[in-house]
């Protein structure tokens, strides 16, 4: 397996690390084999599709000067995109490295001893990670099964730092956004609304920064603008929380391929809104499908599906379906261990999943991958 994971690195009896650090378990991704291994990955929620050509015009045109000097140390380029694209202020946003920079250095500037990070479990596992990383108390409040966000247990909880993804992974399902507008109003710390998946969804809560000073809303362009490779995803919050972000930034965390690249992705609206309603209708379609074979199926406003198997046999399925090629993620922690997230894939690729899934589902061995 993965040797830096290996579990002889933290038994020396003499350690060159904090307690802290030792004792972590350490965020493991979805599986990434190999490019060129011929596998259908419906596993990380990656898109199906390419990148605008916009985008990969702007990386083939990129100049050798660009690379041989430091790029801006706030990525305005970028940040000009941005909000030329969403209507805010350019001082309303801060690029990093994937949002999940950003999450980091939130973590950093707020979370602490005596400074507790609070989310709804389940959700994204590197929220965890962070909070145990800046020795931070976590405090999880369990969804229930209909994943309705447990909004006067959050409350109670006094994080200095709450975070809520939504639409929410695993489960793909939203909270509207009223419900956040009374999660902000009640919260006294930082309330981070990652949307990494936004774009799949119906509604968003951009608005909430105006109103709400403790608001952060996080976007990536990893999942609607297949560009997880580039690493790129930014911040929306009031100038002042941004400012006190930015202190604790690498210095320059956002490269000058990713600065510009990411800004003709951002402007090509067209060519995201394309993708998406095509990823939307086939998110229905599959759903559709797996019900019809006795899945239960969350209902879903991300790329991907949070799918119950008929017998509940979970991790089974998840090691049939990558013996015969087809990677989905199964979590394996106790809420849930009886479920996969699957991606919404293209549609050759979701007729190869149906029919191995048919098969294994009816007791046999499907034949082909
Ligand atoms: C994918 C994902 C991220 C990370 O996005 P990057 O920009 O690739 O770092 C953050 N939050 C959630 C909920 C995600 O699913």
């Not at 579990?7 to 020396?12: E, K, L, N, P, V």
């Not at 060129?36 to 045109?61: C, F, H, M, W």
């Not at 000097?69 to 990093?96: C, I, K, S, T």
């Not at 809560?205 to 709400?212: C, D, E, G, I, K």
């Amino acid at each position: 397996m993965d040797t830096l994971t290996g579990t002889r690195a933290c038994t020396h009896l003499v350690s060159f690390f904090r307690a802290t650090i030792d004792t972590l378990h350490p965020y493991v991704p979805g599986r990434q084999p190999a490019p060129g291994t011929r596998v259908i990955k419906l596993n990380t929620n990656e898109n199906p599709y390419p990148p605008s050509p916009q985008a990969l015009d702007a990386l083939r045109q990129l100049d050798a000067d660009r690379l041989r000097r430091y790029p801006h140390p706030l990525g305005d380029e970028l940040r000009e995109a941005v909000a030329e694209v969403l209507a805010v202020g350019p001082a309303w946003v801060l690029p990093g490295n994937g949002s999940d920079d950003l999450l980091t250095m939130l973590v950093r500037a707020v979370a602490g001893p005596g400074r507790p990070v609070v989310y709804p479990t389940p959700t994204y596992v590197l929220y965890r990670t962070l909070a145990e990383i800046q020795d931070a108390p976590v405090v999880e409040v369990p969804y229930d099964d209909s994943f309705a966000l447990p909004v006067e247990h959050l409350v109670a909880a006094h994080g200095a730092l709450t975070f809520i993804a939504n639409p929410n992974s695993p489960s793909g399902t939203a909270t509207p956004t009223e419900r956040l507008v009374a999660l902000a109003t009640a919260l006294e710390g930082l309330l981070v609304i990652d949307e990494a998946y936004v774009a799949f969804a119906d509604d968003d809560a951009l608005t909430l920064v105006r109103r709400h000073p403790n608001v952060v809303i996080l976007r990536t362009l990893s999942k609607s603008h297949a560009l997880a490779g580039l690493r790129l995803g930014f911040a929306i919050a009031q100038p002042s929380v941004i400012a006190g972000l930015a202190k604790v930034k690498d210095s320059y965390n956002v490269s000058a391929v990713a600065a510009r690249v990411g800004a003709a992705a951002l402007r090509d609206v067209e060519h995201t809104r394309r993708v998406v309603e095509r990823i939307k209708a086939s998110r229905t379609r599959l759903a559709a499908a797996l019900e019809t074979m006795g899945c239960r199926v969350w209902p879903s406003q991300a790329n991907f599906l949070l799918v119950r198997p008929p017998h509940g046999d979970a991790e089974r399925v998840s090691r049939e379906l990558a013996a015969h090629g087809i990677l989905v993620r199964y979590f394996g922690e106790t809420l849930l261990s009886d479920t996969l997230r699957i991606t919404v894939g293209t549609d050759e690729e979701q007729t190869a999943l149906l029919e191995t899934l048919g098969t294994i589902l009816n007791g046999g061995s499907a034949a082909t991958g």
